[in-house]
């Protein structure tokens, strides 16, 4: 079972769009396993986006996200990465496939809404820097099997 960490970003809070991206992902079949509403302070910010430090982006990078609240989650599913870098479009909205969230609500790279884990080790590393063990719910539901093959 994959899990990511996802952030709804602060264009996407401002925009009333938190619901519509829970609402994908739970349709999806994607089960939630943590959720915080948070202002991200410039140092969580900076690790965060440590693999971007020196591009040209970078500082506009750091003050969008730390500019309002994001609400910060976490998603598993079998395939998860995939499946929610699918449901969330590609980083250049104009790029996005239509009917994924960055088609639908973006038009800029630097306001594209979302956040999705790139990989199984930055989801696992990424969840474990914006959450504590016990804030993650371990948990079944009763549709699962109807979602989950195995
Ligand atoms: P991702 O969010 O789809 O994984 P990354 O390449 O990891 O995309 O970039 C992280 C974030 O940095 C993007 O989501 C976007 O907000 C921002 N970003 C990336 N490239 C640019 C750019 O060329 N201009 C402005 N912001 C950018
Ligand atoms: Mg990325």
Redesign the pocket.
Known sequence: MERSLVLV?PDGVQRALIGEVIARLERRGLRLVAAKFIQVSKQLAETH?A??KGK??YE??IS?ITSAPVMAMVWEGPNAIAAI?QT?G??RPTEAAPGSLRHDFALE??R?LT??S?SVENGASEVALWFKPEELVNWNREIDEWIFEK
Request: glycine share 10%.
């Open positions: 970003k986006y693999i971007h040209a982006f506009g990078l969008y870098r969330m590609s980083t790279v630097g594209n956040h999705a790139d």
